[in-house]
């Protein structure tokens, strides 16, 4: 358990692997989604998926007014 008054330390690998870690990979998920697997707020998990998604191949698409949804592409080769 973490000391009272100190927050845990979740980084962009941490959302990678919730991405990687399940049967179905490629199925979208919403910030909120990611932040309930890890245990942190629903703006950290926002703020690691932003950050991943100008570095790497996480990308996004809003489905409703304020929803959006989040995924690691799945390259298929022809």
Known sequence: MPDAGRETEYTESNVLDVFT????????????EIADRLGCSRR?????????SE??????KKVGGRSRVWWIPVHVDD
Do not use: G, M
Not at 47 to 52: G, I, T, Y
């Open 44 to 52: 950290t998990a926002l703020n690691k998926l932003h950050a991943l």
């Open 55 to 60: 570095k790497t191949d996480v990308t996004s």
């Open 21 to 32: 870690s399940r049967e179905d990979y490629a199925e979208p998920l919403t910030a909120t």
